[in-house]
């Protein structure tokens, strides 16, 4: 029976069929030119560049623009590429364009495509962003598209790791630059921490087009980029109080799986007291007093170590380092570390060499630094699932491009069985029953423990005779003359597998973080006839698998730059070759993609299926499930198992349904709308940090621009002594009410002088006003002496460094304490407030207070600032700072010090140095001199200097 909505569907088309039938004009208006475009040679065709611009010039549009131009590009990738784009690489294009998502299927050319529409959008000159999800696919899409980019005239640069600021800057001024979300997330981040305007390397946020766009701004949304340097090594404390999780029973914590989180219960609670206590960690009150929330930190991230993280799942050891598996593609993260501790509780689970905790100094999530682009556009061969989220969160439209020719692939429903052990052994039957055939396999998989495994089961023999073994005890059980099908299949498996016992195993590839440098290669032969290929999770990927094997991949590994009659006989034979080994895996029924396990997201499924069928071609997928799988087992598969076993269900029997397909795709969908949930949620915290971030960021920019900013120091100076006076006198009180003693020590403090307040307060018809005048002339008078004898441009320069110094220390101070503040205002809820509009209020009030910091900071130092002539010879050591994608670090020589102060100009230093540092006088601050920090406080208090009489309050 068909629904009514199926029934409209099949009279008028779903809603994008009608989207994709607009572009259909275009596309023949495209075609129409083809013949003018082909008829000019290849200068004229790429004076067309020029031509456009000057027509943008003269006032037309980009999409006035937008026929001639796709048409010029799609003639420009024919003679630099020999690759013509497919009329539904067109409307891809368009999609793009008008700064929407392309969903396209994999093998339909997304690479190609996106050059239509970043040819049009560079003609504007303001730069277009093509973002990939590693270096590898940046460094190969800048060099392989550029072609057709520098055919027309363009200029392409790429963005990798490692780059040095003018290399980045260079490539940012070019007409197209291809780089990774990390980089370019990063890049932003580091040019807000800039001191000179010029050391920028960004030039803007005009247009970017993300490739696998699910992937970055879906799946690594949660987590946000960190710019962080090193603080105190407490790697001793991590290893204490790792060496007593192993003593906590069962009983002892709650685990949730489904929520990824784990909790002390009330008796373990008490019980770890007790042993953090005996190990002498907690020396002062209960675990949970206020002091001993450092303890909580630690003895939490411990536990999470050892119970939620799971070693070659969710990271792995490499020599001494401690590495993280990304969940979404298997690739090893390297450089990525956990943040706030845990990966240093990972360290000391593993003894390998503890790195030190790092601060925050930058940050920003990959939701807020897209939503920065004028126009985003996306691309990837899954989105449709999360239509509603890209609609929600980042305003994009998600258009389902057609395939240029149908799709052949045949979907199986999946093979459910009771066990993990039954279920591996029909996959390795069904991997030997098609290598037999000479199709091609794709086995995919969701951590490299499983690859290993799998490929383990595959290369032992001993397995190998299990599984025999257990398949003839299955036949010997078959009733004579019964079930011949069944029959017939066992004996074949049964000469199948002594065969391959035989032969010593079965042959095959296996593609995991452990061998992330062959990646692209083992994909790419992935396709020859026979050949299996054991895969993690195989989302952007980036290399097409092509049945017989990429001809390009193998004349690059087997001939490369080599010329002569040898290499063009060798590469003809190569051509054939491959050529025949399409037509014997077309035979064999096109490449089989075989999954292991349903993963949380369909999209990642998907994905994996996406990889057979490219272009037409043959191919089917299927997918082999247990009940101890992990998403079985989270999302209930008790009941499935005993209404199984009611229905006897055998050993080694799988049952297969449409229901359970249905069934499965219910739990994910669950799944991945409490993952939208928790990132809506996160967005909308992280939104209050992005408000008061623009606010900071634009502020630094004008700062930096600006030729003189003695005006904003001077109003600073002012609202300082406003604030004095508004604290200390209050308005219409008689001057003996006045806080004369705390108005001289805070003129002493903020404006470095000496006034005599207490005499003018005896003054007849003295008022706060015209104290406030008073202060205001001697404060200026001084400031204008310094400056006089500073000569302009040292001053400028000495009031900028000072002000972006004093800026970016309080910033990160505030990055800290909204933290902090996350941590802890959920608890709010129980006591019926608003966590988020708590959040939002003190953020507000945290915000002013930095505000009003800031001016005192800043006002204080400008007051006290002197020029110090230092040695040419001094070095400054420069520490390191790290970029960090939340749970991530990769490590990098940066511009800021551990008290956040920039070496630029140091031959300027801050400084109050009336005398010696030798004749300091405790009681008298003007003997003191220049105080570095970290030092002593010169009081004799015993408190460092910025603890103490340094402090910025």
């Keep these: ?11 008028f088309g779903s809603e994008n069929d009608r989207v994709v039938k607009k572009y259909q004009p275009r596309v023949d208006a495209i075609n129409a030119l083809e013949d003018e475009m082909k008829a000019l040679d290849d200068a004229a065709l790429a004076a067309k560049t020029e031509a456009f611009r000057d027509r943008l010039e003269a006032g037309e549009t980009l999409n006035d623009l937008e026929v001639e131009a796709f048409a010029v590009a799609r003639e420009g990738a024919l003679r630099a590429l020999g690759m013509r784009p497919f009329d539904v690489q067109l409307i891809g ?27 049009l959008n560079a003609l504007s000159g303001e730069g277009v962003h093509v973002v990939t999800v590693n270096d590898y696919l940046a460094s ?44 370019f997330g990063f890049d932003y981040l580091r040019d807000n921490m800039k001191m000179d305007i010029e050391e920028m390397v960004q030039r803007g946020h005009n247009f970017a087009i993300v490739d696998e766009v699910d992937s970055i701004l879906i799946d690594e949304a949660r987590t946000p980029l960190i710019i962080s340097g090193p603080v105190d090594d407490k790697s001793d404390l991590y290893l204490s109080v790792d060496a007593l999780i192993p003593n906590i029973a069962d009983e002892d914590y709650e685990l949730d799986e489904k929520q990824r989180s784990v909790s002390f219960t009330e008796d373990g609670t008490e019980k770890l007291e007790n042993m953090l206590k005996e190990a002498e960690i907690l020396t002062a009150g209960s675990l949970y007093d206020v002091e001993n929330v450092s303890v909580v930190h630690h003895v939490n991230n411990a536990l999470k170590a050892h119970k939620l993280f799971t070693k070659d799942k969710d990271y792995m050891v490499v020599g001494d380092d401690v590495v993280i598996i990304d969940e979404f593609t298997g690739r090893a993260m390297t450089g990525r570390r956990f943040s706030e501790g ?69 979907d199986e429903s999946d093979e459910v069985y009771r066990t993990v052990e039954e279920k591996y052994a029909a996959v390795v039957l069904d991997i030997i029953h098609s290598q037999r055939k000479g199709q091609p396999v794709l086995v995919g998989t969701t951590s490299i423990e499983k690859s290993e495994m799998l490929a383990a089961m595959l290369s032992d023999k001993k397995q190998l005779t299990a599984i025999k073994a257990m398949i003839e005890a299955r036949l010997a059980e078959l009733k004579p003359g019964k079930e011949q099908d069944l029959r017939d299949f066992y004996e074949d498996s049964i000469k199948a597998l002594t065969e391959v016992i035989k032969a010593g195993g079965v042959k095959h590839e296996v593609l995991n973080a452990r061998y992330h440098e062959q990646e692209a290669f083992i994909v790419s032969q992935a396709g020859r006839p026979g050949h299996i290929t054991i895969a993690t999770n195989m989302a952007g990927r980036g290399t097409d698998i092509q049945l017989g094997g990429n001809l390009d991949m193998r004349l690059e590994q087997e001939i490369g730059d080599k010329t002569g009659k040898k290499a063009d006989e060798l590469r003809e034979r190569i051509t054939a070759e491959v050529a025949k080994l399409k037509t014997e895996a077309l035979e064999a029924g096109g490449l089989y993609v075989l999954a292991t396990e349903r993963h949380e997201s369909r999209r990642i499924d998907n994905q994996l299926r996406g990889r057979s069928g490219r272009q037409g071609d043959p191919g089917r997928s299927k997918f082999f499930l247990s009940l101890q799988d992990d998403l079985m087992r989270i999302f209930g598969s008790d009941r499935m198992d005993g209404m199984l076993t009611k229905l006897g269900l055998k050993e080694g029997e799988a049952i297969v349904h449409p229901w359970i397909n249905k069934a499965l795709e219910k739990a994910q969908s669950k799944v991945e709308a ?42 600073m100076r002012e609202d300082v002594i406003e604030g004095l006076i508004t604290a200390t006198m209050p308005p219409k009180a008689y001057p003996e009410d006045w806080k004369l003693d705390e108005l001289k020590e805070g003129v002493e403090q903020y404006l470095n002088l000496d006034l005599p307040v207490h005499e003018w307060a005896d003054e007849e018809g003295i008022d706060e006003e015209g104290v406030r005048e008073r202060m205001l002339e001697a404060a200026n008078k001084a400031a204008a002496d310094r400056a006089e004898r500073f000569g302009p441009e040292v001053s400028t320069m000495v009031e900028k460094q000072i002000l972006l110094q004093t800026l970016d220390h309080l910033w990160r101070e505030h990055l800290e304490n909204l933290e902090h503040l996350r941590s802890v205002v959920g608890f709010r809820g129980y006591g019926q407030r608003d966590p988020l509009n708590e959040y939002k209020s003190e953020s507000f009030e945290l915000f002013n207070s930095l505000l009003g910091n800031l001016r005192q900071a800043v006002t204080s130092q400008m007051m006290r600032v002197e020029l110090v002539q230092q040695a040419a010879q001094d070095d400054f050591d420069t520490p390191e700072m790290f970029a960090s994608h939340g749970d991530g670090e990769f490590g990098e020589d940066g511009f800021i010090d551990d008290e956040g102060e920039s070496n630029y ?33 010169p009081c004799g208090s015993g408190l460092k200097y910025k603890h103490c009489h340094g402090k910025m309050t």
Aim: with cysteine.
């Design 1 to 11: 029976m068909v629904s009514f909505g199926g029934l409209a569907r099949k009279l």
């Design 93 to 119: 294009g368009m999609v793009l364009h008008e700064g929407k998502i392309a969903e396209m299927r994999t093998g339909e050319g997304k690479t190609l495509m996106a050059t239509l529409a970043v040819y």
């Design 140 to 183: 190969r899409d800048a060099e392989w598209m550029g072609r057709v980019y520098g055919f027309l005239g363009l200029t392409t640069g790429v963005i990798v790791h490692d780059m040095d600021d003018q290399a980045r800057q260079d490539a940012y001024n070019c007409d197209v630059t291809y780089g990774t979300n990390n980089e």
């Design 342 to 410: 845990q990966h240093q509780a990972l360290e000391a689970k593993e003894g390998v060499t503890i790195q030190p905790e790092n601060q925050t100094l930058a940050s920003i999530t990959f939701q807020n630094y897209f939503r920065m682009f004028e126009k985003l556009a996306g691309m990837t061969g899954t989105a449709m699932t999360e239509a509603a989220e890209f609609g929600d969160i980042y305003s994009l439209d998600v258009v389902d491009v057609p395939t240029n020719k149908p799709v052949q692939r045949i």
């Design 674 to 715: 409490r993952n939208f949930d928790i990132r809506k949620n996160l967005l909308k915290y992280d939104d209050v940090m992005n408000d008061q971030r623009k606010v900071i960021f634009e502020q630094r920019i004008d700062m930096m621009e600006a030729e003189d900013i003695s005006e904003i120091v001077s109003d």
């Design 905 to 937: 100009g140091r031959a300027f230093q801050a400084s109050s140095r009336a005398e010696g540092e030798d004749g300091r006088d405790p009681n008298d601050e003007t003997t003191w001199g220049r105080v570095g920090r970290n030092e002593p406080c």
